[in-house]
């Protein structure tokens, strides 16, 4: 296990520690039957607003961690043939994604795709039906998701996603858009995979990132104290965070927000998609400082109302917040 001293996004070494231990005993933790596999030890970046858990795992425990996947997350989905509901809640959200991809200009009949951790293929297969794209590609961690996207959906090339490096086994290895899902909040190094996926995009493409805001989307709706923050969650991230990091890694991004009316969070504004294309990297003075006013509705809100913890006294403290009460 690593232990990181410094914030995995701007490198800054001084940070606060948080603990989220308080109402989530059983959600900061991996538990397999009664073994704690894992523990998270949350520290909060005050410079680039990044909230992490500092432990990581070393690369040969990586294969291990993640073959506890599907049972540590619960994952109601991972039979074959796929639950209806879980279908039905992908399809409306790729109606969402999609269009608002297509809003952004980014879709062309003749390009080629790669979706990242693409679930059961759905927004490939959008893009197909209604677009006319052909050349597509998926990576899913689940064997029934990649079942389901090559004999229902019939698509050929999908793949097994291999979580640390996120290889692309197939011949193809550029691509005019990738389609990012969640990855940077379970990156164990996630300025590494971002000069990663750098160098998957081909030139004048783009990358959508989408699914990175669910913490937020948690604490804004005060569900975070129910919920928790599961243990394959490596960066809690926030709209500011983000962009921090993205600004890091040399992108140049924009917000593709979802209409939010009559949306519930898993597809909502919190999941919202940013559009990047490299550019040349941000130092650390030109990141955006965090705002105080969104960190407190986003992290501090929820707490303070249903659980008021240590989290709650550590992130104020820091912000120089102590005044503000709920
Ligand atoms: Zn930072």
Avoid at 40 to 47: F, G, K, T
Avoid at 195 to 220: K, Q, T
Avoid at 241 to 246: D, E, R, V
Wanted: hydrophobic residues 40%; aromatic residues 10%; contains cysteine.
């Amino acid at each position: 296990m690593q232990v990181l001293e410094s914030c995995p996004s701007c490198e800054n070494g001084d940070l606060v520690d948080v603990d989220l231990s308080t109402n989530l005993t059983d959600t900061h933790k991996a538990i397999i039957g009664s073994n704690v596999i894992w523990e998270a030890n949350y520290a909060y970046c005050p410079c680039c607003e990044l909230m992490f858990a500092r432990n990581r795992q070393d690369t040969e425990e990586i294969d291990d961690y993640y073959a506890a996947f599907p049972e540590v997350e619960k994952r109601s989905y991972t039979v074959y043939p796929l639950p209806q509901q879980f279908i039905d809640v992908q399809e409306k959200f790729s109606e969402r994604l999609i269009g608002n991809v297509e809003k952004a200009g980014l879709i062309r009949p003749d390009m080629s795709v790669l979706n990242i951790r693409c679930e059961y293929g759905v927004h490939l297969a959008h893009l197909r039906d209604k677009f006319g794209v052909q050349d597509l590609y998926g990576l899913d961690h689940f064997e029934t998701n990649m079942q389901y996207a090559r004999e229902d959906l019939g698509l050929s090339n999908i793949g097994y996603l291999d979580p640390y490096h996120v290889h692309v086994p197939f011949e193809r290895q550029s691509f005019d858009l990738v389609l990012a899902n969640h990855l940077m909040t379970h990156a164990l190094d996630p300025m590494a995979l971002l000069a990663h996926l750098r160098s998957l995009v081909a030139p004048g493409g783009a990358i959508v990132f989408y699914n990175e805001l669910d913490h937020m989307g948690l604490m804004d709706m005060r569900k975070m104290y129910r919920r928790g923050v599961i243990s394959y969650h490596k960066q809690l991230l926030t709209r500011n965070s983000l962009q921090n990091m993205l600004k890091r890694a040399g992108y140049r991004f924009d917000f593709l927000d979802y209409d939010t009316t009559g949306i519930k969070w898993a597809s909502g504004r919190h999941s919202m998609a940013i559009a990047a294309c490299p550019d040349t990297p941000a130092s650390v003075s030109e990141l955006t400082a965090p705002a105080a006013e969104n960190l407190y509705q986003a992290y501090l809100d929820g707490y303070d109302r249903h659980a008021p913890n240590k989290l709650l006294r550590t992130v104020k403290k820091a912000l120089g917040m102590e005044q503000i009460s709920a």
